[in-house]
């Protein structure tokens, strides 16, 4: 297995627009470190997310709490001929610095709408603007892609060619099981009205 | 959208049993929140990691350090009749405590076991056992499912559907679009010898 730390900025700006969980680290008052899984979206030199303003973490994050955020892609299983070198093909990105609310009203509403497409592309044509109240309810924090690192697993299984144990030429299988990700057929909410259509942006998603 | 703490062990155990990507914080010397994406697995009442001896992280948390643990199923996409209310499906379990190292050669091999056959179910009778040397360089940490909490968001869109803005009654569709996430077609290794049959622990993983 090939495990490298890259600093490819291209390579991590694809993992950041694929996966769109991210798991931020914050320290409590107690000392006590915390996680706080929520949707992450590049927008160009930073890292969108927004969430309740009732969220306790979310408040500490916006006032400029040191951060750590881990966006992980688990791409395939790596099957050894030993459990040992039985691995992941991953890429893991490691953001740190702190968050930035953003308050002002139409860079809020342009970063919701950057959140909305990223998850949905297109989805944002679609529907209603948000109102004012919306607006308000959201938090929506922006931590800057400064000081990150980036973990690239990929390749094939490292077993021992020669050395004792010589598992190449042993009997067992070796080789890697993609993880494929997609969207299934979708469900139509139980208070959808008739005649409503599939909308360009869903369709758009089932084949991509 | 019906988003709700679960005190409920048996979903905390499913979400556990399914998603084998965590994500550690811990709190590095200068006080600031690291994260540590790694391989998780149940097993009864603790968690499983490992991984290298060499990784700090790793060697902090095996020292006892202040952990926190998240373990994150992303279910669906929900796709509301505004951008305010759609959202997703997910299953988010954090887990608080210490972890201790197993060290005792036989709870480490057998704890090593555990993790194999939780991500490629019948793989450990496959292959050959650990070596010393092997089982040597490996760091096991079992962390406590003691104190917990799980937040499980499912249901539909929660458009509003007579306070103006009365989105039920508008144009726009809503639904759930579930995220589907199984393996692909096997890859071989380029130095896997002729003869060698995919194995029954890779062929079910296939149809499962």
Known sequence: MSRKASSDRATLDRLLDTIHIGHFAIVADDAHPVVLPTAVVRDGDRVLAHGSTGSRWLRRLAAGAPACLAVTAFDALVVARSAFESSMRYRSAVLFGQCQAITEPD???RALEVITDALIPGRGAEVRASTARELAAVLVLALPIAEWSLKVSEGWPDDPPADPPADV??????GVLPVVQRYGQPLAAPDL????PLPASVQRLLIS
């Open 169 to 174: 030429a042993g009997p067992a299988w070796a």
């Open 107 to 109: 860079a809020k509403r």
């Open 193 to 196: 009205r008739d005649g409503i």
